[in-house]
């Protein structure tokens, strides 16, 4: 039979059982029958649904769904769910949460979209940072704050010792401004960030104000130990990185190289998993900005192919990053980025694509999706506009390439308001490949990856996402990451090693409420 001739039939039955449905009686047992197995293939076909659940794993589930509904039906009466509200209200909501409690419990596998400036929380940064000495500090009037350490100050601003403002204005009150310059956060979201173009503005301030503290040499590796050290905390066993490799200078004004920070990732991650034996590691994706030229993009690639084969264990590809609407599409470097593959012999460079980080739709912006996946993309970075291209979908699911879902930067950067209208949503409900991460935890306070985990699973997942739900995130964070196949074999040995006794510790501590 031809498949046209297939899909005739079906759709000639389907046609045929509706009409008896809607046309004779039928009973009110078959018509509840026949409703639970379309629920129970709902259920099914969701994230994780496919996945068995051993008898103590079921008992947790059971807790775990318990304090689900509870908070679900709580905002339901009190117009107070958190995947609802802006994330800056909803984070103290959601820090009382005992499902909250138990996602950070959770070993969550990896996290695969980080930003190098923005992966730890910002407390840390300006205690153990802009308390340094030599720090200065420029504040002109209509431009962003500056920070920078100097032996002796530029004359290219009006450099102030940040030492005598603590000592002027007190050191609390400047360090609550050194954190209204450093993050997003403000008492009303709506107010302060009208639009997507004012919150991206204000957004990358932030990331020019921290660049200063950060990429001073002797901050340098401590700030990536200390970020390590939060993912981990929060029971992440990996995390892969996309950093611009920017310069970073010395007190006596030196400069280092891009080779030599990504040695200094390499060496504070080697020095992190002596100490963390129980961690899977860290990979760099070194990234540009999509409104650079094409021959810079050409320098990158070229660049990225020498640390691809110079440091094969911790280099990952490439990406393009930055304000999508506004940035130059993929189309404009596709003569560069298919040049790798035109090289005598081809060279395999994987590519960690930004893509469709918009609401518009059939614009360069979200059609960068598609260019993505020609381009062999190992990932897709937000992919927010996929829903809108059934051959991307398509292409997507038939590749099996994720996408890095991030609901708590799409929420703040202005693109969704409600995460339960997420298009991820409904792309879970099918089971998608998705990954969650968090994007730029630092500078709206989330740190770490438990508070995007809670919004996906509450929000995103609705009330059919349980605790497969969650396991097969955990896994699936671990099987798309960049790693080769004998490290996601120790990782998969690892994690499970974590689940095992995540699943008794649950059981100890919650086990007086199964039934």
């Not at 050409?298 to 110079?310: C, E, G, M, T, V």
């Amino acid at each position: 039979m031809s498949q046209n001739a297939h899909v005739f039939l079906t759709t000639m039955c389907l046609s045929v059982a509706i009409y008896i449905i809607q046309t004779y009686a039928i009973d009110k047992g078959t018509y509840l029958k026949h409703r639970e197995a379309i629920l129970n293939k709902e259920r099914m076909e969701i994230t994780g649904g496919e996945i068995a659940l051993s008898a103590d794993e079921s008992k947790v589930n059971q807790i775990l769904m318990t304090f689900k509904i509870k908070e679900i039906e709580y905002g339901k009466q009190n117009n107070l769910f958190p995947p609802a509200m802006h994330f800056f209200k909803a984070k103290p909501l959601i820090e009382k949460s005992d499902v909250f409690r138990i996602i950070k419990a959770m070993p969550k596998g990896a996290a695969l979209h980080l930003h190098d400036v923005s992966l730890c929380d910002i407390d840390w940064l300006i205690k153990n940072a802009s308390y340094l000495p030599h720090v200065y500090v420029c504040q002109e009037e209509g431009a962003s704050m500056r920070l920078h350490y100097f032996d002796k100050p530029a004359t290219d601003c009006y450099w102030t010792p940040l030492k005598d403002w603590r000592s002027k204005y007190g050191k609390d009150v400047v360090d609550q401004w050194l954190l209204g310059n450093m993050t997003l956060l403000v008492d009303d979201p709506v107010k302060a960030y009208p639009n997507i173009d004012a919150v991206w503005k204000k957004f990358l301030d932030t990331l020019g104000v921290a660049d200063g503290l950060i990429f001073y040499a002797p901050i340098y590796k401590a700030y990536y130990y200390q970020a390590l050290q939060e993912f981990y905390d929060d029971n992440v066993q990996y995390i892969e990185v996309r950093t611009l490799l920017s310069n970073v200078y010395e007190l006596n004004g030196t400069i280092h190289d891009k080779e030599w920070v990504l040695k200094a990732y390499i060496d504070t991650l080697h020095q992190f998993m002596k100490d963390h034996p129980d961690f899977s590691g860290s990979k760099t994706i070194y990234s540009n900005t999509r409104f650079i030229e094409p021959s810079a993009v050409q320098d990158d690639i070229n660049l990225s192919i020498k640390f691809r084969n110079k440091y094969p264990d911790h280099f990952a590809g490439y990406d393009l990053v930055g304000q999508e609407d506004p940035g130059f599409p993929l189309t404009y470097y596709l003569d560069q980025l298919l040049s790798p593959s035109q090289m005598s012999p081809p060279v395999d460079l994987p590519y960690f694509f930004h893509a469709g980080e918009t609401d518009w739709y059939g614009t360069a912006v979200d059609i960068n999706i598609i260019d993505a996946l020609l381009l062999n993309t190992s990932r897709i970075g937000h992919g927010y506009a996929i829903n809108k291209h059934p051959e991307a979908l398509r292409m997507a699911r038939e590749s099996n390439t994720p996408i890095e879902v991030n609901p708590i930067s799409n929420q703040v950067l202005g693109l969704v308001t409600d995460l339960r209208n997420h298009p991820a949503s409904s792309l879970m409900g099918e089971g998608f490949p998705m990954v969650i991460s968090s994007d730029d935890p630092g500078v709206w306070g989330a740190r770490a990856l438990s508070y995007d985990f809670y919004e996906a699973f509450m929000g995103l997942g609705g009330e059919f996402a349980d605790l497969k739900t969650l396991k097969k995130l955990a896994i699936d964070s671990l099987h798309y990451s960049a790693m080769n196949l004998a490290e996601k074999q120790d990782a998969m040995r690892l994690w499970q090693k974590k689940w095992d006794m995540f699943i008794q510790s649950m059981l100890q501590e919650y086990g007086n409420l199964i039934k």
